[in-house]
Structure formats: structure tokens, C-alpha cells
């Protein structure tokens, strides 16, 4: 009997499914040492997105969205930190650049004020393939990861926070202008999303009290 460990459906019949090409002979030992492959794989990515280190500063997470407003399209950019789920920095601007990024960046850094080595996860857009990008990384100390081509689960909690925004507040609504439209996207994330929205990974409470929560425990455990 083969011991599954916890790891069923499609990452399991997809890893055997590649031994195949490989293997001619597929029995029960072959599939136990894809299962353990399969976990220590999971144990190496959960560093940066699991979700499970505490150290809330470690692990940011950037992606963009867009906002219709009679003035034209308004672009938003994120960094969400995996830990809490809090977004730390954000940016808006009438044109997608890699300004645009490097500013919501600058923001998280601003904000955090990291004291070690963090790890930005991002997509493969060209914004994150410029000069630019890889020098502000390298220069504030921070280290890039980008999922792999065709692979959008790693960006799933960025991209979750923009379907709350849209489901949220700015579904089927068309700004009159741009500086209304910064307006109401900085009320929904500082205002709202931050200190009020609840969130079930974070213990169903916000993101800013689980962070307040979890260091207050930490300090009195001292």
C-alpha cells in the first residue's frame, strides 16, 4: 500500500505521468518517491509563497490592475504581504511602466523599512525584466523570484485582491476622472482593506490587527 503523505489529484497523476516517459515500469515504490519529491518541492516553496514564515517583511508579493475612468485607463500597482495579506505598497498612474511598479516597491520598502533580505514575487511582465527593476532590487537588499512561464498560481493572492476591488468597489463603475478614481482606491486599501476586511487566512481578522495580534503574542512570549 502506498502511502499518499497528503498529496493527491493533479500534482500526483501529473508526476507520474512525466516518470512515464522516463520509466516503463511505473509500481507502488516508483509512486512513493514521486509523492516525497512532490513534499519536499512544497517544503522549498513555501519560503516565499506558502505563507507559512511568520516574519512578515520576508515575503511581498507585486502585481497590476486597471480602472476605467472617462479620462482613460488608470493603472494600479500592488505589493501584498503574504504573511498578513496587507498591501505595503501601491502605486497609480495613467501609463503601465516600470515607474509604475518601482514605485509601489519604493512604497513597501518605505513603509516596512526592512532590516534583512526579503523576497519579491512577481510575473514575467516586461516591468519586471528591465535594468531598472534588477538594480532597485539590488539596491534595497532585495532578492527577485518570478514564476515560471504559463504558471499564474503564484500570483494568486495578488490577483485575489484585485477581484475584491473590483467585486468590492469598482465593478461596472467608470470614474469621472483619474484624480477621483485615486481617491476612492486609496479609501478602499488604506480605509478598508488594511485595518476593517477580514480575511480567513489571517485568522478571520484584518490584515492590520492579525499583524498587531501576532507580534503582541510574540512580545509577551519574550
Known amino acids: 500500500m502506498v502511502r499518499s503523505y497528503g498529496v493527491y489529484g493533479k500534482v500526483l497523476s501529473r508526476a507520474i505521468e512525466n516518470m512515464r516517459t522516463t520509466t516503463k ?11 516525497k519529491k512532490v513534499i519536499e518541492q512544497r517544503k522549498r516553496r513555501a519560503y516565499f509563497c506558502g505563507g507559512r ?13 486597471s480602472i476605467r475612468t472617462y479620462e482613460g485607463w ?4 500592488v ?22 511598479v518601482l514605485q509601489a516597491l519604493l512604497a513597501a520598502v518605505w513603509r516596512r523599512k526592512p532590516k534583512q533580505s526579503i523576497m519579491v514575487h512577481s510575473d514575467q511582465g516586461s516591468q519586471f525584466t528591465r535594468y531598472e527593476w534588477a538594480a532597485f532590487l539590488a539596491s534595497h537588499n532585495l ?10 498560481h503564484d500570483n494568486a493572492v495578488a490577483e485575489s485582491f484585485f477581484q475584491l476591488l473590483e467585486r468590492e468597489r469598482i465593478k461596472r463603475k467608470i470614474y469621472k476622472t483619474r484624480e477621483l478614481a485615486r481617491q476612492d482606491i486609496f479609501d478602499y486599501i488604506e480605509m478598508f482593506y488594511n485595518p476593517i476586511r477580514r480575511h480567513g487566512h489571517a485568522a478571520n481578522l484584518s490584515p492590520v490587527n492579525y499583524e498587531r495580534q501576532y507580534f503582541s503574542e510574540a512580545t509577551n512570549c519574550l
Open 143 to 152: 532578492q527577485p523570484s518570478m514564476s515560471r512561464r504559463g504558471n499564474c
Open 53 to 65: 514564515l511568520v516574519i512578515s517583511e520576508r515575503r511581498s508579493r507585486l502585481a497590476e490592475g
Open 79 to 100: 505589493v501584498v504581504d503574504l504573511f498578513s495579506r496587507q498591501v505595503v505598497g501601491w502605486s497609480m498612474d495613467s501609463r503601465m511602466s516600470k515607474d509604475l
Open 25 to 35: 515500469v511505473v509500481d507502488a515504490r516508483h509512486v512513493e518517491t514521486v509523492i
Open 74 to 77: 488608470l493603472y494600479l500597482a
